[in-house]
């Protein structure tokens, strides 16, 4: 379903007679802004369809905890993220749910808000929609990663563990609690439904870049180098697979002594990697970059040869895609990915350079053949961005927002994807 959402989308939707004036909005989400690229996307979609839109998000270091930024509303919680145990992540979701709720009931109470969209994980964050739902706001969520297979892999605790069916019944409370939910894939949406969820509720918009950011136009010309450049970015933690790509990299050194590996972003595997790299003696050439702006990672994939995408394969992998991906693809550079269930249903072999996940020899394989083939190189790039063509943003923001004006115009889940589709065949005749 959320396949023939995208594939529709490029007829050429606009705000037509069924969509609703412009309204306003509040986005949650347990993250920072305008530091996450996914959330920033929504929130200038929404101001560039006429909306009136306050973000509600956690503060980075010396943010202010209220400004006007890029035309919306930012009220910032005063706390930020501090991954760690299980107990850590418990308190955290907690006070964020909890403080959110305070301040969501108090700003709505001032400024009516029609639509409430909550970003998760984690799916309990949703509850803080509660009193704006009382008092008469809609509710769409956007559940980007399944938390029970989330919390098994990353606490690795049983599926049949108590923990993690509480945290599948979270889910499940969520979806009820929402009056539509937008999620990343297909398989994501089946296992929701599985689980008990009503399936005309839920809907996917395939995660892909911003490529107004992540575009070849806004970096400078590729500068000819002798090395073989590799670069990676986003967060740092162990699901993510990096020490398969140091390894890799390890394996390659003696027969490619210019083989490079750029990491961009931070978290808590930082450390980890960093001592991996001098325990391998490639430190020299694996180097950390933390955070950077959005103009130099353009720029550094630009330069790279090829992006890697490393992650672990895992239940809670086999059901998302890693956006880094969609940047890579984006820049027209090659990417390198671990397979998983997801990307093999949306990507065949002859798009993505791909490799046995936690498989270091393998990834070298991948590595040493792509760099021995120019031309498969090329390929991978072309056939990569005419299969996402159909899932980049400018398609499938016309969705987004439709979906945002239905909840407006107080029209119910039911038949939503439906009247979508008719109203496209009705713009385009």
């Known amino acids: 379903m959320g396949v023939g959402i995208a594939e529709t989308a490029v007829v050429g939707y606009g705000r037509g007679s069924s969509v609703a004036a412009a309204g306003r909005v509040c986005v949650v989400r347990n993250n920072y802004y305008p530091r996450d690229a996914k959330l920033r996307r929504e929130v200038d979609s929404l101001i560039e369809a006429g909306h009136d839109v306050d973000v509600v998000c956690l503060r980075n270091g010396g943010e202010p905890l209220r400004e006007r930024r890029a035309g919306a509303n930012v009220w910032r919680l005063p706390i930020g ?14 006070l964020v749910t909890v403080l959110a709720a305070i301040l969501i009931g108090i700003l709505h109470l001032r400024r009516r808000y029609q639509v409430v969209q909550i970003n998760t994980p984690p799916d309990i964050l949703a509850f803080a929609a509660i009193f704006a739902k009382l008092f008469g706001a ?34 499940q409370a969520t979806i009820r609690f929402a009056d539509f939910v937008i999620t990343c894939t297909d398989h994501m949406r089946d296992a929701f439904v599985e689980r008990g969820a ?40 162990e699901r993510y697979g990096l020490d398969t790509a140091i390894r890799a ?20 595997y930082t450390a980890t990697l960093q001592r991996l790299a001098r325990e391998l003696s490639c430190d020299d050439v694996v180097s950390f970059h933390g955070w950077v702006p959005i103009d130099v990672l353009v720029q550094a994939i630009a330069d790279a040869d090829a992006g890697i995408v490393a992650m672990k ?11 880094k991906m969609y940047d890579f693809i984006s820049m027209r550079r090659p990417a390198i990915v671990s ?13 993505l350079q791909k490799f046995t996940p936690d498989d270091a020899p393998d990834l070298a394989r ?5 760099r021995a083939n120019p031309a498969r190189a090329q390929q991978l790039i072309d056939l990569a961005a005419r299969v996402t063509d159909r899932f980049r943003w400018q398609h499938q923001r016309r969705f987004y927002l439709y979906v945002v004006d239905e909840l407006i115009a107080g029209r119910g889940h039911e038949g939503l994807e439906a009247r979508y ?3 496209l065949v009705q713009t385009a005749s």
């Open 339 to 351: 397979r998983t269930r997801s990307v093999d249903e949306y990507f065949g072999d002859d798009a």
């Open 249 to 268: 990299v390890a394996i390659l050194r003696p027969e490619m002594p210019d083989v490079r590996l750029r990491i961009f972003g931070e978290g808590t």
């Open 421 to 423: 589709a008719t109203d």
């Open 81 to 94: 993220h501090r991954r760690g145990r299980f107990t850590r992540y418990v308190i955290e979701y907690s």
């Open 138 to 171: 809609r509710v769409l969520i956007q559940m980007q990663e399944p938390d029970p297979e989330f919390f098994a892999t990353k606490f690795r605790v049983s599926h049949e563990s108590r923990i993690v069916r509480l945290v599948a019944w979270a889910e």
């Open 313 to 323: 394969r895992d239940p809670f992998r086999d059901l998302t895609h890693c956006l």
């Open 366 to 370: 991948a590595i040493r053949d792509l």
């Open 198 to 237: 009503d399936p005309a509720k839920i809907a996917v918009i395939v995660p892909t870049s911003n490529d107004t950011e992540f575009s070849p136009v806004r970096a400078r010309p590729r500068v000819q180098s002798d090395a073989f450049t590799l670069v990676s970015h986003g967060s740092i933690e």
